[in-house]
């Protein structure tokens, strides 16, 4: 009889909504490979005029090209496409703003602790520099987080990050509502729904890499999914 391998590698699939993004997707997807054991990436690409799908494609990621239109939307078009050998789903915008280096202790918390059903980076700490957001930004960011949680009761300090590692099994079958910036709002209370805990660890945020995509407009979205799922 063979014996078991004393070393298990998840399957891992890197998931990035990308409209635009020539000149930060390359350094993304690049620092991803570095940081990750051969990890699967897709990009769903919104209909780019630039040339971030020939970039995304010469450093090895797949390509699939969006039908319908905002984040929310490329993320139900990614979950239809994931495998069954697939253990873990992450989650990263194309902008090089989140530092892949924090991805495998993300991924590992999750392999100790199995009640965890999402680990998420959040940017509100310590070493946030202001350089990297707006303060217009940081404070509609908490006035969001704060109805976040007192509507919705899952206590997280920065609910909107876009750096999240999921389980693979609890979104496998996931029907996203959502179709712009607010499908984080909603994978939140899905996750929690399913009966999992979600956990946040620190992370540093670094300025953008191109032209930055969120409105005024996407934090009322936003705040209209918060009050939604509130109901359920």
Same mark, same amino acid.
């Given at each position: 009889m063979l014996e078991k391998e004393s070393y298990f590698s998840p399957s891992i699939l890197v998931v990035m909504a990308a409209l635009d993004e020539e000149s930060g997707i390359g350094p993304?997807?690049?620092?991803?490979?570095?940081?990750? =054991?051969?990890?699967?990436?897709?990009?769903? =690409? /919104?209909?780019?005029? =630039?040339?971030?799908? +020939?970039?995304?494609?010469?450093? /090895?990621?797949?390509?699939l090209i969006q039908e319908g239109k905002g984040k929310g939307n490329a993320i139900a078009c990614a979950i239809e496409r994931i495998d069954t050998d697939v +253990?873990?789903?992450?989650?990263? +915008?194309? +902008?090089?703003?989140?530092?892949?280096?924090?991805?495998p202790k993300m991924i590992?918390?999750?392999?100790?602790n199995p009640q965890v059903g999402m680990v998420c980076g959040n940017r509100f700490n310590s070493h946030l520099q202001l350089s990297a957001m707006h303060n217009a930004f940081i404070f509609g960011n908490r006035i969001l987080a704060f109805t976040h949680n007192l509507l919705n009761g899952v206590a997280l300090q =920065?609910?909107?990050? /876009?750096?999240?590692v999921v389980r693979a099994k609890i979104i496998r079958n996931w029907k996203p509502k959502s179709d712009n910036f607010d499908i984080e709002v909603e994978l939140n209370h899905y996750v929690e729904r399913q009966g999992y805990g979600i956990v946040e660890v620190e992370i540093p945020y670094r300025d953008r890499i191109g032209q930055k995509k969120?409105?005024?407009?996407? /934090?009322?979205?936003i705040l209209k999914r918060i009050l939604l799922e509130s109901m359920y």
């Open positions: 993304t997807i690049e620092e991803l490979r570095q940081h990750l =054991d051969k990890p699967s990436i897709l990009v769903i =690409d /919104g209909k780019s005029m =630039d040339q971030t799908i +020939d970039v995304a494609k010469r450093l /090895g990621a797949d390509v +253990d873990y789903v992450v989650f990263t +915008d194309a +902008d090089y703003t989140y530092p892949a280096a924090f991805l590992e918390f999750l392999e100790e =920065d609910p909107l990050t /876009g750096l999240r969120l409105r005024f407009s996407h /934090g009322i979205t």
